[in-house]
């Protein structure tokens, strides 16, 4: 499960970036804190900064402009989606639907719903994955013409066509090499570039193999052109292996470990076919690190 902080006092967690300096901001699975973590985009140095206390622990952070939050309205998705509800990510471009994915049993679809003035309104669209799919995140291609899922159970990446009135299945990728056991691996993150060119998602494993990162080069409308590389990462993962692409460049994105509790920096190959790990820091606490968001 999944829970959402939203940061309404980030002045008090780091000073502002400076020069070739970025701010990162980190979550645990199971310890009261939130790391802020500074990146030297040209020394490639990772340097904690920031300690700050919590009330829970934060295994999922968002940055948020909202003043308020409230329960306003739940929407029943309809359809065959009858599992349990796992993410939500919203449509940052009018008429900015929502759109959820499904976990456990059956969760072989996706659901659309309308909102009205903010507030969910009603449930307008299904669509579809294979039926033992597990959704775990999604995100929106640069003009939202296209939807990737990180496919939990399948270890897949799928795109989906978008328009004003359907989503159209259109290709799967893997997320594990062929003669990997699917039982090993959970994927996990899908996120997109910061300049839209690249779409990067990520890969769990549930023993002492390896996960996988992989990256993929986009067209201008955001489908996916080829599978640059699908890498080893330094650890499983843990509940982790959470990928999160840097807001003022595309070379850099950040990963988080919480089988032994580290943040990396990896770096995309100039010609984008490749990807390494630039910078590291231990966090080790006995809850970190579970995902990370770009201050500056």
Not at 22 to 28: E, K, Q, R, S
Not at 197 to 202: G, H, K, L, N, P
Not at 242 to 251: E, G, K, L, Q
């Amino acid at each position: 499960m999944r829970f959402s902080a939203s940061l309404l006092a980030l002045a008090s967690l780091a000073p502002l970036a400076h020069a070739a300096t970025h701010d990162l901001i980190v979550g645990t699975f199971g310890t009261k804190a939130l790391y802020t973590l500074e990146f030297d985009d040209e020394a490639l140095t990772l340097d904690l900064v920031a300690n700050t206390s919590t009330t829970i622990s934060s295994s999922w952070i968002a940055l948020s402009n909202a003043t308020s939050i409230g329960l306003d309205k739940a929407v029943v998705a309809g359809g065959n989606c009858t599992s349990t509800s796992i993410y939500v990510v919203a449509d940052p471009h009018p008429p900015y639907a929502v759109y959820g994915s499904f976990f456990g049993g059956d969760a072989g679809c996706g659901a659309v719903m309308s909102v009205d003035d903010g507030v969910l309104d009603a449930s307008i669209l299904n669509y579809t994955y294979f039926t033992s799919s597990g959704v775990h995140g999604t995100a929106f291609g640069p003009d939202s013409k296209f939807i990737y899922s990180a496919d939990d159970t399948g270890n897949t990446l799928w795109t989906h066509s978008v328009d004003s009135s359907t989503v159209c299945s259109h290709v799967v990728y893997p997320l594990k090499q062929s003669n990997d056991s699917a039982s090993d691996f959970w994927a996990d993150e899908v996120a997109l570039s910061a300049s839209g060119s690249y779409v990067w998602a990520t890969n769990r494993a549930r023993s002492s193999t390896a996960g996988y990162i992989s990256a993929f080069t986009l067209d201008e409308s955001g489908a996916i052109l080829q599978q640059n590389f699908l890498l080893p990462t330094t650890s499983t993962g843990g509940a982790a292996n959470s990928v999160a692409p840097s807001p003022f460049s595309d070379r850099f994105v950040a990963l988080t470990d919480s089988s032994v509790g580290f943040v990396e920096i990896w770096e995309l190959a100039e010609d984008g076919q490749a990807a390494s790990v630039v910078a590291h820091i231990d966090l080790v606490d006995g809850g970190c690190c579970a995902n990370a968001v770009w201050y500056s």
